[in-house]
T-cell receptor
């Protein structure tokens, strides 16, 4: 079946503009994660959705970052008033449960803020 | 704070040799997973080991878990050029969300 998809694959934006990144998880997966990965660095947890529970937003770096998920489907990560330090690859992953199952990653969105 | 930390940060070995990477974590876990990342994009799951398991094998991969030391190791035997990648451990703090370490960059020399 289809894996996790993300769009766009690349996004170049000017400093100060808002961007919206999309993640389509694997159908039926209840858990969805967003991560940020700067060049040559590890994965930085941003936000976690699990079913209908309130999302865990503890990793969002500032109030410029927000994310939504509609039920157990599509999620969007929005970055307002982008800054150059927001440049990174944004990875989305979904899984059948929060920790007992492997995560399936999308290919990521490479965001460049100029 | 970071749940898992890999060691070493970078490792270069000759093709055919074995590669060992370590992961240490801070709090009790239910599961520990290892992932591989090629070319800075999506990660691929390699293996999951539960807290009541001590060792697990998958092909050329061997993972150990020592919950008393809060550490895990990933051994890749008979390394190949295609094993060049970054390897990450991921842990859940007692069933909470999964947190990734910073990774070990493995380079297999021809």
């Amino acid at each position: 079946g289809a894996g996790v998809s993300q769009s766009p694959s690349n996004k170049v934006t000017e400093k100060g503009k808002d961007v919206e990144l999309r993640c389509d998880p694997i159908s039926g997966h209840t858990a969805l994660y967003w991560y940020r990965q700067r060049l040559g660095q590890g994965l930085e947890f941003l936000i976690y959705f699990q079913g209908n529970s309130a999302p865990d937003k503890s990793g969002l770096p500032s109030d410029r970052f927000s994310a939504e998920r509609t039920g157990e489907s599509v999620s969007t990560l929005t970055i307002q008033r982008t800054q150059q330090e927001d440049s990174a690859v944004y990875l989305c992953a979904s899984s059948g449960d929060y920790s007992a199952y492997e995560q399936y990653f999308g290919p990521g969105t490479r965001l460049t803020v100029t | 704070s970071q749940q898992g930390e890999e060691d070493p940060q970078a490792l270069s070995i000759q093709e055919g040799e074995n590669a060992t990477m370590n992961c240490s974590y801070k709090t009790s876990i239910n599961n520990l997973q290892w992932y591989r990342q090629n070319s800075g994009r999506g990660l691929v799951h390699l293996i999951l080991i539960r807290s009541n398991e001590r060792e697990k094998h998958s092909g050329r991969l061997r993972v150990t878990l020592d919950t008393s030391k809060k550490s895990s190791s990933l051994l890749i035997t008979a390394s190949r050029a295609a094993d060049t990648a970054s390897y990450f451990c991921a842990t859940d703090a007692r069933g909470d969300k999964i947190i990734f370490g910073k990774g070990t960059r493995l380079h297999i020399l021809p």
